[in-house]
């Protein structure tokens, strides 16, 4: 059995967002703001133990029309029912699959309600939702008339008082094959269902060196407080009693002798002289608790040299963040032990592991974290299976890379159809059903070069993919000599842009990728003129067609594909999508074309090559000749180090101009309404106090 979907709806950016888990490990990568952190806090929220509170910034902002259309509904004396489908709710949806020939179910029996034998999916609802009967009490005081933008505000500030106030979590079981079959639940039947634990990524273990700190000594107080319940395994609980016992004895010699002692510290109240307390004497008691022994005067100590211990903040923060991980992965699992009934899924969410690791020590993490979670089971008395499902959220290539194409994750900030602009949702891609229609051996390319080599296309809010060294060793020099020389365009050096070089003739297997994850792009390759197809390299005057393959999948419409063609292209026509392409082109109408960079780099930079040539044929031979006279990597190195005195080629800069264009989203205007709301109420709290 395990939690193979879930589905939230109306949480912050998770406006409706469906994520399909791994048995075992699912990484969730995408760029900042786009939902990861919002997915492990509505877990949280409502799977853990404790009443489940949000507030009117919790909603997702494509919701809150559905608060103004509610108010309308009860202004028209519509039916509850009707009022209700209106209101936005905060939901959960946990979508189970187990085999249905199991003779035991365990904590999922009461929510298998299907009566289809051979179904294996069991789904579990949990809503945060108006009370029952809670519509009158919900709306009153609200304006009696429609809302204006002048009311907006106080109806939203009233909101942020009523929801809590108002709203309660229901939990229940759904037939997944009819949602009009359910089953009302108890909180405590899904705490037998599901264990939750969350590793946080701000973890404390700063830097410190005035002042020591003991992160890791804490922990040890949680082992100790599972080792000490009903349920713990016995080794542990002999541990916690010896504990316990050898505390008790030390309790028995501070009551008979340092208590004697502090006790003459103390002045016999007679000694005041103050009538009415004769008989009231003051004594002494001082009690130890092992619990805050452990974490408050416990310390973790590493070995040093000739039997100098250091202090835990001694160690590096790489090693301290990994050894937090690791023993609050062994606190979970003895938690998971400690529980009467054994949960029937264990699902721990860890933010970002990457703090303070090394490269190495990132890979080497996720790739052994569910080897560490048997290796937990494999050491109890029983060996019974620990039923954990981790999700990851990080922002390290190396962990994305080393997880494998499968687990991924992508999620991606998007405008919410229909909605104003700037009010967004996140969308979560899964990349081995999003590129699912690929041919096999290209999506096997895509799967061993992410792998093997980067995986920057999930943190960046653009790309640029180059067909070689010399173009990627030259752009961040094009790019910085452009917004020198256009000081107003948009520039492309203040955003998360990465950088890869594919080859000519890959570059096109990466379109589809791009297009997946909704990633502006620029493809940067060559014209490759030939004299005819299959025929051998030329000039471009000479060429008749390409032998690029990147061009040749891009304009595939073209029939026939010829060089004349390619070069009658306008900015229109090398878009695609999210994608544009760029290649050589004539730096001036009718003059020469480069067929490769550095031809073009050359002929743009006619005169500091000193080229001589009559006609624009002549010009197109000059620099290839003079490109033939210098090594790729050494030309590349020169003019982007020791020689930066040149103009770039037109097709880059065109490139460069579009892919730098500003289309950042635009402000939430939703949001602001709950945040100035949030606000005026805080300003009216602090004008009261101060009244």
Same mark, same amino acid.
């Given at each position: ?22 048995? +075992? ?65 905060? #939901? ?77 979590? +229901? ?199 569910? +080897? ?142 791009? #297009? ?176």
């Amino acid at each position: 059995m395990h939690i193979h979907k879930i589905r939230t709806k109306n949480f912050r950016l998770l406006a409706d967002a469906e994520l399909a888990l791994e048995e +075992k490990t699912t990484v969730i990568v995408g760029r900042n703001n786009s939902g990861k952190t919002s997915l492990s806090e509505v877990m949280r929220r409502l799977l853990t133990d404790g009443s489940t509170t949000f507030q009117l910034e919790d909603f997702s902002s494509a919701s809150y029309d559905g608060f103004c259309d509610a108010h309308q509904a009860h202004l028209n004396d519509a039916e509850e029912v009707a009022i209700r489908a209106l209101l936005p709710t905060i #939901e959960l949806r946990l979508h189970f699959r187990y085999d249905p020939a199991q003779p035991e179910l365990g904590p999922l029996a009461p929510f298998v309600i299907d009566l289809v034998p051979d179904c294996g999916d069991a789904l579990v609802v949990i809503r945060y939702e108006l009370k029952d009967g809670g519509i009158a009490s919900f709306f009153e005081g609200q304006p009696d008339h429609p809302l204006t933008p002048d009311t907006r505000l106080d109806f939203f500030r009233m909101l942020r008082e009523r929801i809590p106030a108002n709203f309660t979590t +229901k939990i229940w079981a759904e037939d997944p094959n009819d949602t009009d079959n359910r089953r009302q639940m108890q909180p405590v039947a899904l705490r037998h269902l599901v264990k939750t634990g969350f590793i946080n990524a701000q973890r404390g273990l700063d830097d410190v060196t005035s002042k020591e700190s003991d992160v890791l000594a804490k922990v040890l107080e949680g082992l100790f407080s599972t080792a000490a319940s009903e349920m713990a395994e016995p080794g542990d609980k002999l541990i916690a009693d010896a504990l316990t016992s050898a505390v008790q004895d030390i309790q028995v010699q501070m009551d008979n002798n340092f208590g004697g002692q502090l006790q003459k510290l103390l002045p016999t109240l007679q000694s005041f002289g103050y009538p009415g307390l004769g008989g009231q004497e003051l004594h002494t008691e001082t009690t130890l608790d092992v619990r805050r022994l452990l974490s408050n005067f416990t310390k973790v100590r590493y070995a040093g040299y000739n039997g100098v211990a250091l202090p835990e903040s001694y160690n590096g923060l790489g090693v301290r963040n990994l050894i937090f991980i690791l023993l609050q992965l062994v606190g979970f699992y003895k938690a998971f032990r400690a529980e009467p009934i054994a949960p029937g899924v264990h699902l721990i969410f860890i933010e970002e592991p990457e703090a303070h690791l090394h490269p190495q020590m990132q890979e080497v993490f996720i790739r052994r974290l569910a +080897k560490i979670a048997q290796q937990l089971a494999d050491g109890a008395d029983d060996a019974a299976p620990w039923p954990v499902q981790f999700v990851v959220s990080t922002h390290s290539s190396h962990i994305a890379n080393e997880a494998g194409f499968e687990s991924i994750r992508f999620f991606l900030g998007a405008d919410t159809p229909g909605a104003q602009a700037g009010v967004r949702q996140t969308k979560i891609k899964d990349l081995r059903e999003g590129l699912a229609g690929k041919p096999e051996p290209e999506k096997q390319f895509l799967h061993q070069y992410l792998t093997l080599t980067r995986c920057d296309l999930f943190f960046a809010d653009k790309a640029v993919l180059v067909e070689g060294l010399s173009e990627r060793l030259m752009l961040p020099v094009v790019v910085g000599k452009l917004e020198a020389a256009e000081p107003a365009v948009p520039k492309l050096s203040t955003q998360y842009i990465t950088v890869m070089e594919v080859g000519g003739a890959y570059a096109h297997i990466f379109t589809d990728l791009l #297009e997946f994850l909704e990633l502006r792009s620029l493809i940067v390759t060559d014209l490759d003129s030939v004299l005819v197809a299959g025929g051998t390299a030329c000039a471009v005057h000479l060429g008749t067609t390409s032998s690029n393959a990147c061009l040749k999948s891009w304009f595939s419409g073209d029939n026939p594909f010829t060089l004349d063609g390619l070069k009658a292209k306008n900015d229109e026509n090398k878009r695609k999508g999210r994608n544009r392409i760029a290649y050589q082109c004539p730096e001036v109408a009718d003059g020469p074309c480069g067929r490769t960079f550095e031809d073009a780099f050359i002929l743009a930079n006619a005169a500091k090559f000193e080229l001589t040539g009559e006609t624009p044929d002549e010009l197109e031979l000059a620099a290839r000749e003079e490109a033939a006279c210098h090594k790729k990597s050494s030309f590349a190195l020169t003019y982007a180090i020791a020689d930066t005195d040149w103009v770039a080629p037109r097709y880059l800069l065109d490139g460069v101009r579009w892919l730098a264009a500003d289309d950042m989203p635009a402000a939430d205007p939703v949001l602001a309404i709950a945040l100035e709301a949030a606000a005026a109420d805080a300003a009216d709290v602090g004008d009261a106090a101060n009244g």
